[in-house]
Structures are given as C-alpha cells and as structure tokens.
C-alpha cells in the first residue's frame, strides 16, 4: 500500500523515527498480522518502559542535531489507540 510505502521510506531515512515505527505497527495490526505489529512497536514500549530519555541524531546534509525518542504525548497516544485494536 501507499502507506507503508511512506513508513519504508522513513525509516530509511531515519530509522530511528518512532512515529515510523508505531504507524508500521498499525498498518501491519490493520492487515490482520499481530506479530508483525508488535515487533514494530517493541522498540518504543521498551523505551518507554525503560524511561529511556531523548537522545540526538547529527543530520549532516541538515546540517543539525535532531532529537529523538522524545516519545510526546500525540505518539505515546498513537501507540496506545493502535495496539488496542
């Protein structure tokens, strides 16, 4: 599909993306493939549950440091709605 078309393409860029990582969780739970979304939301309910801070990533052709995992409030909500289904 278009989106996961969309999810592959930024996690290429940025695999450290946790938006990327819970929508590619609720396309593949959307699909009917529980296991393939939970694999993709793991990494971000660790970090969460581990209360792992922020961290930066250098983008040199940005030229900028970029934070992530900030996890806030909208993707820890995403996550939540999506894995309820």
């Known amino acids: 599909t278009e989106a996961r078309a969309h999810v592959t393409q930024a996690l290429a860029w940025g695999p450290w993306c946790d938006l990327a990582e819970i929508v590619q969780g609720a396309i593949a739970a959307r699909a009917g493939d529980r296991a393939v979304a939970e694999k993709a939301w793991a990494p971000v309910r660790e970090r969460i549950a581990?209360?792992?801070?922020?961290?930066?990533?250098?983008?040199?052709?940005?030229?900028?440091?970029?934070?992530?995992?900030?996890?806030?409030?909208?993707?820890?909500?995403?996550?939540?709605?999506?894995?309820?289904?």
Not at 53 to 75: D, G, N
């Open 50 to 85: 581990k209360d792992t801070p922020p961290a930066f990533v250098y983008r040199p052709k940005l030229a900028e440091w970029e934070r992530v995992h900030a996890l806030p409030a909208v993707e820890r909500k995403l996550l939540e709605r999506y894995s309820a289904r």
